[in-house]
């Protein structure tokens, strides 16, 4: 869905793009669809080396995988990205077995969606949304800018540059925390029968215990120690709530009320 | 806002309607904007007798102590009702305080905001909401006929029949704990920093963080032990999620999310 959403903004806007997917019947449908000039399910030298950036829309394993296996096959000189929802985990371990003569700077789209698949790509979702480039010490000030611009050629509202730490410490909190208790609220009982009696609370709480159980698993494991941090947070205020209800101490609810009231507003859409 | 919101409608639909309000300035502001046909701060027999039905839009404690207070106002024979979020802390206690020649059947329509006061009054939050009358073995026929039918004239989406009981753990589960969840969120960490990044994810799930203090902690408290249940059901999946992915136990996460998908569907809109 990514990948594809890539290549056919880019191409849109002139770039020449080339696709490389598992399957044949994606590159066809790239090729039928007119979002990528030429495609293959073969990685080999003679079609990787053809391009001066390659974006890596892959698990994180899959893409260090790939990087073991295929490297040779960049071209020298090239600059490599990803689209990874993690970074600490990927970032240091791909910069330290990639060849000298190829960068890979990382990068995070945040416009992701619930859903996979070149037939859901929508280069629509860019717009307004946050690009962040992951830099770290090995990298060079050309490859920030290089990446930065890649941001701003697919459209997207916000370029920000972070740490792979700040990143994956607000990923923890701000992404992966909330899927975990949208999951965990659906896990908690049964509730089919109360469908019928359920509001817009609910609804926008649990909208995302929809999710993709193939891929979130592994950016959990890969982003361990910040998200245990972010959910031990988490239910330490959940706890206190709870006993202060449980302990009619009314004004510890209130209490924390005017707090997430007073936070909120920094959230409202601008 | 939802006390002026029943009247806006009812009296736009034809029906003859009075107002009491603690403050002049709300009652001179009904009747300016042409919603009551009259109104009063001062609660005496002459005004409240010329009502059959009487709508207390009241936080729970205040409406006890009115009927308390002031029940000997009401004419003989009529029907009065509310829209307090909390029934089984309500409903008894009211039925067993009234004089026997008026009876008190319980609603609660389920179209709040998070907003108060005579100038947030909105009647079209009604359109497709559901209104849930909860009778009890004290409610004759004919007054559990006359609820729904105000929640018709009101223009209620769907009109449901509820137990006490049973209305009090949906509203525990899908309402209460849900706004117990956006509270801790908020409240895990200062994330105010982390503003310029949130997506729609965390922004759906917190918007309910924004809560009337005055209000919430008093409707917590009197369905204290339905809302622990509900409390401790989702702390148990979320401390099964977060020890799965601390001891790598990716199975379970992925079985959890599996669940969660699959109950999430019964959610959609329809």
Redesign the interface.
């Known amino acids: 869905m990514i990948g594809a959403s890539y290549a056919e903004k880019l191409h849109s806007r002139g770039w020449f793009v080339g696709g490389i997917s598992a399957r044949q019947s994606t590159v066809t449908k790239a090729l039928d669809s007119n979002i990528i000039d030429c495609g293959t399910i073969d990685v080999t030298k003679e079609f990787v080396s053809n391009f001066d950036i390659v974006v890596f829309a892959l698990y994180p394993k899959l893409f260090i995988n790939w990087v073991e296996r295929y490297q040779d096959c960049l071209k020298s000189g090239a600059l490599i990205t990803d689209v990874t929802g993690v970074k600490g985990a990927v970032v240091y371990r791909i910069q330290d077995i990639l060849r000298s003569d190829v960068e890979f700077i990382a990068a995070h789209p945040?416009a992701g969606r619930e859903l996979s698949g070149i037939d859901n790509r929508n280069s629509k979702v860019f717009e307004g949304?946050?690009y962040?480039v992951t830099p770290t010490e090995a990298n060079t000030p050309g490859a920030i800018e290089s990446a930065k611009e890649l941001g701003r050629e697919l459209g997207f509202g916000?370029i920000?540059v972070l740490s792979p730490e700040e990143h994956d410490e607000?990923i923890a909190?701000?992404?992966q925390?909330?899927?975990?208790?949208?999951?965990?609220?659906?896990?908690?009982?049964?509730?089919?029968h109360?469908?019928?009696?359920?509001?817009d609370?609910?609804?926008?709480?649990?909208?995302?215990?929809?999710?993709?159980?193939?891929m979130?698993?592994?950016l959990?494991?890969m982003n361990?120690t910040k998200?245990?941090e972010?959910?031990?947070?988490?239910?330490?205020?959940?706890?206190?709530?709870?006993e202060a209800?449980?302990s009619?101490d009314?004004d510890t609810?209130?209490e924390?009320?005017?707090?997430?009231?007073a936070?909120?507003?920094?959230?409202n859409?601008k």
């Open positions: 945040m949304a946050n962040i916000k920000s607000m909190f701000l992404s925390l909330t899927h975990c208790i949208a999951v965990s609220l659906m896990c908690s009982k049964d509730s089919t109360l469908a019928d009696y359920t509001g609370s609910f609804r926008d709480l649990t909208r995302i215990a929809t999710i993709n159980e193939n979130w698993p592994e959990f494991a361990k998200l245990l972010q959910m031990g947070l988490f239910e330490k205020e959940f706890c206190r709530l709870k209800i449980a009619d009314l609810v209130r924390m009320m005017i707090t997430s009231t936070r909120r507003q920094y959230f859409k």
